[in-house]
């Protein structure tokens, strides 16, 4: 993630975090908030690390919303 991205990063993370909460997918939220913070520090290379588990998250949320 280069420095300029970081305000979108930034802004994808706090969108992301704001749904997941709305539909109780708390572990994305939470995911998505470490995002969110990682940018707005201008952490970078945390970032790169935080990302990883988010596909899993989102794809377990999406399993247990089809589930209902």
Do not use: F, W
Not at 33 to 59: C, F, K, Q, S, W
Request: proline residues 4%; hydrophobic residues 55%.
């Amino acid at each position: 993630t280069a420095n300029g991205d970081l305000p979108a990063v930034r802004a994808v993370a706090h969108q992301l975090k704001g749904s997941a909460s709305a539909i109780g997918a708390l572990q994305l939220s939470h995911a998505a908030a470490a995002v969110e913070r990682a940018a707005a520090d201008g952490d970078a290379a945390a970032i790169a690390a935080l990302t990883n588990p988010i596909p899993a998250l989102a794809a377990d949320t999406v399993a247990a919303l089809r589930a209902r």
